[in-house]
């Protein structure tokens, strides 16, 4: 297991003592994610230096890796139950951790706190029950090429299905290597379906499960969304190799200019433009069905917190993720992060930021945040290893 470095951010005599009660009454509370990692150095510690300055008696105990190392501790003390106080959650995980009892019932400390969750973007629930709470939202709108449209004389971006296969048919018919759409679809790194195909879905209002949570996988939205993703197919304007291509593949083909649209990360705009700093690319909502009016899922990942089950100090805890999702902390963490907060009443500072993600935001805002896979449980044989899934992609800093 990769080494996971421990900061402790408060002050006093108790500063390096470990996670626990001291004989002053000063609670330290240990809280393990990925972010720090993630953010400009320093910037974190920074964050809860301020949430130790509001509340003088409790003291944090940062534990920050990288993604990878972070989940595998993470996965290990769910299941001794020996999980931190605090800790960063990836949607994915949700539904075994809860399972386990590794992680507390949100909702519960919600009420005993009289905290106004009406101010939540979103809750990840198990069985009606609160178990995480995205605090940032990294979000997939559609990449489009704005010169690539121009030279196949389309005028504006796509809005709807039928829009974005004509504009797909007629960038294909530009010749060479271009094509209209990049599809990932590698099992290895099955994120492709989520955010590349039932994008299609949620962005049309629709959904992949039933009312009672179980898939539909034979219901009319997803049939329409893989009956029109195979339209695409049918029509060659998929970049070839979908069936091997991972979502790096798609990132480098949109950056050298071989395909026209992909749906991809906002996380993803710094590294495409430093790759072609010639680029001119802009980025709209997914299209939807050609009739539908409503507001449009936007796919998203995000970070997540929960609290321990097995925390001695489930009071103080909460008062960590209540300051994390204020609107003043969560807007400059939303803002160090480059993502989108899960205070619905926080805004970004994007004056610093590249003017892309202001028009995502917007969209964001018009929207409603949609990613179905979070927090479902994962289903083998009989026999069968637990596979790895996640719903958060690490970040290239």
Do not use: G, H, I, N
């Given at each position: 297991m990769a080494v996971i470095g421990a900061t402790v951010v408060g002050c006093g005599s108790n500063s390096g003592s470990s996670a626990g009660s001291s004989g002053d009454g000063t609670?330290?509370?240990?809280?393990?994610?990925?972010?720090?990692?993630?953010?400009?150095a320093g910037s974190?510690?920074?964050?809860m230096s301020e949430f130790t300055a509001q509340n003088p008696t409790i003291k944090v105990k940062l534990l920050s890796g990288p993604y990878a190392s972070t989940k595998q501790q993470l996965v290990s003390g769910a299941a001794s139950r020996t999980l931190p106080d605090v800790v960063g959650l990836d949607g994915a995980w949700v539904s075994d951790f809860a399972k386990q009892g590794a992680i507390a019932d949100l909702s519960e400390l919600m009420a005993a706190a009289k905290y106004d969750s009406s101010q939540l973007a979103s809750q990840i629930q198990v069985k009606g029950k609160t178990y995480m709470i995205p605090v940032v939202n990294f979000v997939y709108p559609l990449f489009v090429n704005n010169d690539l449209l121009s030279k196949a004389g389309i005028k504006t971006p796509p809005s709807t299905r039928t829009e974005f296969l004509e504009a797909a048919k007629k960038i294909s018919a530009l010749g060479g290597n271009v094509k209209g759409w990049a599809l990932p679809l590698d099992t290895a790194v099955p994120n492709g379906v989520q955010n590349?195909?039932?994008?299609?879905?949620?962005a049309s209002g629709g959904s992949m499960l039933t009312k009672d949570g179980k898939p539909d996988l034979t219901g009319q939205g997803v049939k329409s969304t893989v009956e029109y993703v195979k339209s695409l197919n049918d029509a060659g304007v998929i970049s070839p190799g979908a069936l091997t291509m991972k979502e790096q593949d798609k990132v480098e083909k949109f950056s050298t200019g071989q395909v026209g649209m992909v749906i991809d990360s906002l996380a993803h705009i710094t590294l495409i433009k430093k790759n072609n700093p010639k680029l001119d690319f802009t980025v709209v909502p997914v299209p939807a069905e050609d009739s539908y009016t409503g507001k449009r899922g936007i796919p998203y990942a995000s970070w997540g917190i929960g609290v321990a089950e097995s925390s001695e100090h489930k009071t103080e805890a909460f008062k960590l993720v209540q300051f994390l999702m204020n609107k003043q902390a969560n807007a400059q963490l939303s803002t160090l992060a480059n993502g989108f907060p899960g205070n619905k009443t926080a805004e970004p500072d994007f004056s610093k930021s590249d003017p892309l993600f202001k028009t995502a935001f917007d969209i964001y805002k018009a929207g409603y945040p949609a990613n179905e896979f979070v927090g479902l449980p994962i289903r083998v044989r009989a026999n069968e290893p637990v596979p790895v899934r996640n719903?958060?992609?690490?970040?290239?800093v």
């Open positions: 609670v330290t509370l240990e809280f393990a994610q990925w972010w720090a990692p993630e953010l400009p974190f510690d920074k964050l590349d195909v039932m994008s299609w879905l949620w719903t958060y992609q690490p970040r290239v």
